[in-house]
């Protein structure tokens, strides 16, 4: 059965019970910020890794884009655990606490 389109694009939480339904309890979104920013804002991660290189690569589009807040407050604080993966970081954020229910996909592993 094909998903609904929203805009022109699948919604994040209609991908993510599509995949529960079908069994799926864990599923990897590996994407541009773009991909990254929708799943996010749509509270449809659990874990986001973010991966910190000692490298300058000047400017470029955003990493991750979400809609703006009016006070620090609102801001998305979850906890996180580093790594050190040789010269690079690997930063570890926890979002199950966020995460939105979605169907059947609602289940933190």
Do not use: W
Request: aromatic share 2%; charged share 15%; with cysteine.
């Amino acid at each position: 059965m094909p998903l609904p389109l929203t805009g022109g694009q699948i919604p994040p939480a209609a991908i993510v019970a599509a995949l529960a339904d079908r069994g799926f309890r864990r599923v990897l979104i590996e994407g541009g910020a773009d991909t990254v920013s929708r799943f996010l804002a749509a509270g449809c991660l659990d874990r986001l890794h973010v991966v910190i290189a000692p490298i300058i690569i000047g400017s470029g589009p955003a990493s991750v884009t979400l809609p703006p807040i009016a006070r620090l407050e609102q801001a998305m604080r979850v906890p996180i655990r580093a790594h050190v993966l040789g010269e690079e970081v690997l930063l570890d954020c926890d979002l199950s606490a966020q995460r939105a229910a979605v169907g059947s996909a609602n289940t933190s592993t």
